[in-house]
């Protein structure tokens, strides 16, 4: 196996992939999109092209079977019903599987065999069954029209002039002297049943052609061998645009599909024979916002020449590169911020005399700030990224369980770092499957309680300031906090003592714990127990914030927010005692004066009063990390106000952007985040806000350092 | 001037420091605080937390200067306690004088070692007038710190407005941030009162 062609392949693969699961899905709910069906065919052309190079003979058998329906049906020979879509996905997820075991090195296994011989079926038209060619799909069982007989496909399967079999493609392209021309191939890549069901005679050809130009083709006048002979061999993607170009919605026997709707648009009365006759799955459907769709949509007129050469510039100034050098470079930039930091620091410490200094280091500063914002949108990635697999996730579990569902994206191009975007796709299907199994509630269940029968499922993405908050909301039945607790205590996650000291916020909270479900059985879904605390583990790794705000009935609202950058964390550097410490800025709300009137006890804990409305839980970072409470009046102490509590140390000194190194050879459950070093060239440990309040809240503040040795020091 | 005056002057720079001290303390802590809010919000408030740095970086130079101020007092306080003493002193030999009728005659030491104490006082009067100058020479940079942290301030206040757009509360920190250099600021101005009544009780006493 050529390693160099095969690292070329892959992203390239799982690229079409994606793109290919993504165009599938859309056909489930516009079926006679020819766009679409031509993109799904073209990934799984190229699929095999590269297969081919790389001699991964079974996955070149496997997706020339897909290749086979696809083309089948772009051609309208066949046309698309439940089972096909559900034969491709299916397909698609053995093509995954078997790009793994190309990135492992294997020479991939054959497919499943019974879903080889079914996509194989299919492709011959044995599972062919009459479907509505006017809308979405409405049932695996609701039979299909055959094609139209008046549909003419503009590929002709007929023997060559040298008695073979082949197939002839047409495409309009300029010619030599800039005049559209109309070109013919001829290729003998198709199979013998191919051959036959989509043979057209030369004279439905030439009458077709008559019908599109009648005498004044373009290319008509020019005289034979006029440049032709150089340019008559054309790719699929210049067929496919051609044909397009050519028909547009305008084809024989092509029928102008009804608007696709969501589910929750359709009136009561179609809702209701819809969910008689058809399984749940059909009403999902996914809205995007920016849509992509519309977009292509509105781009489908535009010249072919335009779009092609828009992609080629495209190519042209775009250059896949390597994520290791990516991280190699964000690791130097890092180093170089570490240095900017000392270099101010040592420039400081001169005192004002020195003005050319301050000057130099100042613009020192800019300069790496300049850098470090060029490189780190190098790293960034959209979240379509991220959100393109969840119609399927939403598809798959909504028909498992029996729900109807519509999912709504939002901010699909907001862009985030990428090791966000690789990190999060686990959670983001858990907490979709979370919110259908247990948000959503059943469609008869939804009327019963005055609600649409189809739930609405949003994922958004959105820019504030320098994070990006990824919000997964639904209006399902929403959490309901004494339930959880119950829970909770049931499953020995938490004492009943611990429970009654849980305000209904934190009650909520519960489902994030390890070991928590509420469900007493395991389902393929969820009932583990394992998989909210993934999302949280994996959400403060990133250096998240987890967010969870429910309404019992009215439905429930998980919102993550990340740093924009992962490379660089603003940090604020605080003395407790004669020790230095930092807490990164996005934990931090802001810097009080502790005033000993504020201070309260309440259910065993310290609590300051921050205003008239917000109480919080008091952080004693002295009695946590020194064993030796801060003493208000005797020494200087200061508040640091968090999201979770407030923080109690000696001296708040400043800030700084720092690289965060990762101290792995600590215990797993510890207070840091991970260390630094300072503008004077000290080790600094980074403090977890998170993890310092939320020991606060369980174990009360009585609570010391050896708490944490006995759960395991390094 | 007596004891009573001095013990005045030591109380009023022991407050004025606890004061300035803690004024200043709370102009850190609203410096940093706006630089915490900057960071938070991004690239949006690049602005303001040019504003910020420069506010927290005057902070600092406003402590430095107050450091200063502390170390004027005591050698002040020292001169006027010395001062006292010999006053105390020359007083003395001047009482021993008057009480013997021919103390030019008998005691002509007596006179000369009064005289002496009084040369003394003079020089210590002229040292004691010096630091107090270099004193309210300190008050008055520190004075002239607090009006640039005003100007600064200002600054901060039109950039506020400027980024509102953001919903960062700008305007409440730019207040806060006001309302600590205006605790300073009143602090000093009481300060710089009590020292120019002590010069004044100097120059009209001594």
């Not at chain 1, 630094?676 to 309040?693: C, P, Q, R, W």
């Not at chain 2, 600021?185 to 002590?198: G, M, N, V």
């Amino acid at each position: 196996m050529d390693m160099e062609i095969l690292q070329d392949y892959l992203p390239e693969a799982r690229e079409l992939l994606e793109k290919a699961q993504d165009d599938t899905l859309r056909l489930e709910s516009d079926p006679n999109n020819d766009e679409v069906l031509a993109s799904v065919f073209r990934a799984f052309h190229t699929l095999k092209g590269g297969a081919g190079f790389l001699e991964a003979e079974h996955l070149v058998s496997w997706t020339h079977h897909l290749e086979d329906l696809l083309d089948k049906l772009r051609s309208h020979t066949l046309v698309v019903n439940g089972a096909m879509i559900d034969a491709i996905l299916r397909g698609l997820d053995v093509i995954d599987d078997m790009l793994q075991q190309l990135a492992s090195g294997e020479n991939p296994g054959p497919g499943p065999e019974e879903l080889g011989q079914l996509i194989q079926e299919l492709a011959a038209g044995k599972h062919a069954e009459q479907v509505s060619v006017n809308g979405p799909i409405e049932s695996d069982a609701t039979p299909s029209n055959p094609l139209p007989p008046e549909a003419t496909p503009l590929v002709s399967q007929r023997p060559t002039a040298a008695g073979e079999s082949g197939t002839l493609l047409v495409s309009q392209r300029p010619t030599a002297a800039g005049e559209s021309g109309l070109f013919l191939e001829h290729t003998e890549s198709a199979s013998p049943r191919e051959t036959a069901a989509d043979e057209i005679t030369d004279a439905e050809f030439e009458a077709t052609l008559d019908a599109l130009y009648g005498n004044k083709a373009p290319g008509m006048s020019d005289t034979p061998g006029s440049g032709k002979q150089n340019s008559d061999e054309i790719s699929p993607e210049e067929f496919e645009q051609v044909l397009d170009q050519l028909y547009g919605k305008q084809a024989p026997g092509y029928e102008q599909p009804a608007v696709t709707a969501p589910v929750s648009a359709k009136s009561a009365e179609s809702e209701q024979a819809t969910a008689e006759i058809a399984p749940p799955t059909q009403s999902v459907s996914t809205t995007t916002s920016p849509s992509p769709e519309a977009t292509n949509a509105s781009k489908a007129t535009l010249p072919v020449r335009s779009s092609a050469a828009a992609a080629q510039e495209a190519a042209d100034t775009t250059l896949r590169v390597d994520a290791a050098r990516l991280d190699a470079v964000m690791n130097q930039v890092g180093e170089l911020v570490l240095l900017r930091n000392r270099l101010s620091s040592a420039i400081g410490n001169l005192g004002e005399e020195n003005e050319d200094m301050l000057r130099i280091a100042r613009e020192v500063d800019i300069t790496v700030n300049d850098i470090q914002s060029t490189v780190m949108r190098l790293r960034m990635q959209p979240c379509k990224r991220l959100f393109q697999q969840l119609p399927r996730v939403v598809r798959d579990a909504s028909r498992q369980l029996g729900k109807e569902v519509t999912l709504e994206i939002v901010g699909e191009d907001v862009e985030i770092d990428k090791a966000v975007v690789d990190a999060l796709s686990g959670p983001m299907t858990h907490l979709l499957r979370n919110s259908l199994d247990h948000g959503v509630e059943l469609p008869a269940d939804r009327q019963a309680a005055g609600k649409a029968r189809s739930a609405k499922i949003r994922v958004a993405a959105v820019h504030l300031g320098d994070k990006v908050r990824i919000e997964v909301s639904d209006d399902g039945r929403g959490i309901d906090s004494q339930f959880v607790t119950r829970k909770a205590v049931e499953k020995g996650v938490i004492t009943a003592e611990q429970a009654a000291r849980l305000s209904e916020q934190e009650a909520v909270e519960l489902i994030f714990r390890p070991g928590f479900s509420t469900n007493d059985q395991v389902t393929d879904i969820s009932g583990r127990g394992v998989g909210m605390d993934v999302v949280k583990e994996t959400v403060r790794k990133l250096r998240g914030r987890l967010d969870i705000q429910t309404k019992p009935g009215l439905g429930t609202s998980i919102s993550m927010e990340f740093p924009l950058t992962m490379a660089v964390l603003p940090v604020l550097y605080l003395r407790l005692r004669r020790e230095i410490y930092a807490l990164p800025v996005s934990s931090i709300e802001s810097l009080l004066d502790i005033q000993e009137s504020r201070i309260h006890r309440m259910s065993g804990r310290s609590v300051y009063r921050v205003d008239g409305t917000e109480v919080i839980p008091m952080v004693d970072l002295g009695r946590l990390l020194h064993d030796r409470p801060l003493r208000l009046g005797s020494e200087p102490v200061e508040g640091i106000l968090t999201e979770r509590g407030l923080i109690m140390v000696s001296e708040v000194l400043g800030n700084e952007d720092s690289v965060v190194k990762p101290i792995d050879f600590l215990a797993e459950q510890n207070w840091y985040q991970g260390a630094t070093i300072s503008g004077k060239g000290d080790v600094v440990l980074i403090l977890d806000a998170g993890t310092l309040a939320n020991h606060v809240i369980e174990h009360g503040d009585d609570s010391t350092i050896m708490d944490i040795f006995c759960k395991g020091a390094a | 001037m007596d004891i009573q005056y001095i013990m005045g002057v030591v109380d009023a720079s022991f407050a004025a420091r606890q004061s300035i001290e803690k004024a200043l303390r709370d102009i850190d802590r609203r410096a940093l605080n706006a630089m915490v809010l900057v960071k938070r919000h991004g690239n949006a408030l690049a602005g303001y937390g040019v504003v910020a740095q420069a506010f927290r970086e005057r902070a600092a130079i406003l402590k430095t200067s107050a450091s200063h101020l502390q170390e004027s007092i005591a050698p002040l306080i020292e001169a006027y306690m010395r001062i006292l003493q010999h006053q105390r002193f020359a007083q003395s030999f001047q009482e021993m004088l008057s009480d013997s009728p021919l103390h030019d005659k008998a005691c002509p030491n007596l006179i000369s070692t009064r005289n002496k104490w009084q040369t003394t006082i003079h020089e210590e009067e002229a040292a004691a007038r010096n630091i107090l100058a270099q004193l309210l020479e300190a008050v008055q940079t520190l004075q002239e710190g607090v009006e640039e942290q005003e100007y600064i301030v200002t600054n901060g206040r039109i950039e506020a407005a400027l980024a509102e757009s953001t919903g960062a509360p700008l305007m409440r920190v730019s207040r806060d941030m006001g309302e600590a250099v205006r605790t300073v600021a009143q602090a000093i101005r009481s300060y710089r009162h009590q020292l120019e009544s002590l010069e004044h009780e100097s120059s009209t006493r001594l």
